[in-house]
């Protein structure tokens, strides 16, 4: 999922895509690096940045999403706003990003149920003002797992379609470094929701503090290969997407996991035949299929669950 933000104030690229023509080029330019699904948004949700009015939002993504849709081009919009979501559906987005899983407006998650859209909750415990206070938890993974569930039952309830819902821990919102790491190591837990799985660790702080291995992150621009890191890590644990802002080597990472995946795939199916024939004594043509049917399949679901970028 490859992000194109409309806003003057994004932590990572905030005003270098502010003009239409200049947001639509870098989606298309996104696309033709491999991404599968482009993320237009018009709000900045960075910690502290001040909420914009729907109008202005509109203004923003509303000529972005029509012209990347009209290319072909799948289009999810990232938005808290009802009104911003329909009008973004009506000119093409196929999903809806809403980082505060309807909680912001709860009309929002009707918008996904009413047109059939795709619906992406993520795990939100406030606006981006004063949200790091909330970053309190008596088990980081369990926590959010539950308030995620809790969401999910209540969206269900509303009507969604269960089959239409993506899940998202919210890495970085209402949570410290320590809680995103967590969170990534325990990517499995999240995934017993049984919904796909989003996430988004894009360039952000606490990989910048990673990177620079001191309590003042690294510049935005040197974070890409931790970002690329956790690509790969995540692809491996079966995420549905990455949302990224440069789609090239997080492709490639994605890749990466796949060829592993396959080969695991594959020399599992070699033991199996190779155990096999110990006890027949010979091999038989329908276990050669099987095994290569294995790798086939393997490197289908890699590419349907972790493939995107």
Same mark, same amino acid.
């Given at each position: 999922?490859?992000?194109?933000?409309?806003?003057?104030?994004?932590?990572?690229?905030?005003?270098?895509?502010?003009?239409?023509?200049?947001?639509?080029?870098?989606?298309?330019?996104?696309?033709?690096?491999?991404?599968?699904?482009?993320?237009?948004?018009?709000?900045?949700?960075?910690?502290?940045?001040?909420?914009?009015?729907?109008?202005?939002?509109?203004?923003?993504?509303?000529?972005?999403?029509?012209?990347?849709?009209?290319?072909?081009?799948?289009?999810?919009?990232?938005?808290?706003?009802?009104?911003?979501?329909?009008?973004?559906?009506?000119?093409?987005?196929?999903?809806?990003?809403?980082?505060?899983?309807?909680?912001?407006?709860?009309?929002?998650?009707?918008?996904?149920?009413?047109?059939?859209?795709?619906?992406?909750?993520?795990?939100?415990?406030?606006?981006?003002?004063?949200?790091?206070?909330?970053?309190?938890?008596?088990?980081?993974?369990?926590?959010?797992?539950?308030?995620?569930?809790?969401?999910?039952?209540?969206?269900?309830?509303?009507?969604?379609?269960?089959?239409?819902?993506?899940?998202?821990?919210?890495?970085?919102?209402?949570?410290?470094?320590?809680?995103?790491?967590?969170?990534?190591?325990?990517?499995?837990?999240?995934?017993?929701?049984?919904?796909?799985?989003?996430?988004?660790?894009?360039?952000?702080?606490?990989?910048?503090?990673?990177?620079?291995?001191?309590?003042?992150?690294?510049?935005?621009?040197?974070?890409?290969?931790?970002?690329?890191?956790?690509?790969?890590?995540?692809?491996?644990?079966?995420?549905?997407?990455?949302?990224?802002?440069?789609?090239?080597?997080?492709?490639?990472?994605?890749?990466?996991?796949?060829?592993?995946?396959?080969?695991?795939?594959?020399? *599992? +199916?070699?033991?199996? @035949? !190779?155990?096999? %024939? /110990?006890? =027949?004594? &010979? $091999?038989?043509? #329908?276990? *050669? +299929?099987?095994?290569? @049917? !294995?790798?086939? %399949? /393997?490197? =289908?679901? &890699? $590419?349907?669950? #972790?493939?995107?970028?």
């Amino acid at each position: 999922m490859g992000v194109v933000n409309v806003t003057p104030d994004s932590f990572s690229d905030g005003g270098r895509w502010m003009d239409p023509d200049a947001a639509i080029a870098h989606g298309l330019a996104l696309v033709a690096e491999g991404a599968d699904l482009i993320d237009v948004g018009g709000e900045s949700t960075r910690p502290g940045a001040v909420r914009v009015d729907g109008e202005e939002e509109l203004r923003r993504v509303l000529p972005v999403v029509r012209a990347l849709a009209q290319a072909g081009v799948p289009v999810s919009v990232d938005t808290m706003r009802a009104s911003t979501a329909r009008a973004a559906v009506d000119a093409g987005a196929v999903l809806v990003n809403d980082v505060s899983g309807g909680l912001a407006d709860p009309g929002l998650p009707l918008v996904a149920r009413d047109t059939g859209t795709a619906y992406v909750v993520m795990h939100w415990r406030g606006h981006s003002v004063g949200m790091q206070q909330r970053a309190i938890y008596a088990d980081v993974v369990r926590d959010v797992r539950d308030e995620l569930a809790g969401r999910v039952e209540a969206l269900l309830a509303q009507g969604l379609d269960p089959e239409r819902l993506v899940v998202d821990p919210g890495l970085g919102f209402s949570k410290t470094a320590e809680h995103n790491w967590a969170l990534l190591a325990h990517l499995d837990v999240l995934a017993d929701l049984g919904y796909p799985l989003l996430v988004g660790a894009s360039r952000k702080r606490f990989l910048g503090a990673l990177v620079s291995g001191t309590d003042q992150p690294a510049p935005v621009h040197e974070r890409e290969s931790a970002t690329v890191a956790v690509t790969a890590l995540a692809a491996s644990a079966g995420v549905w997407a990455v949302r990224v802002h440069s789609v090239r080597d997080n492709r490639a990472a994605v890749a990466v996991a796949a060829a592993i995946e396959a080969a695991a795939a594959a020399g *599992a +199916s070699g033991a199996a @035949a !190779s155990m096999s %024939s /110990a006890s =027949t004594g &010979s $091999a038989s043509v #329908s276990s *050669a +299929s099987t095994g290569s @049917a !294995s790798v086939s %399949s /393997a490197t =289908t679901g &890699s $590419a349907r669950m #972790s493939g995107q970028t």
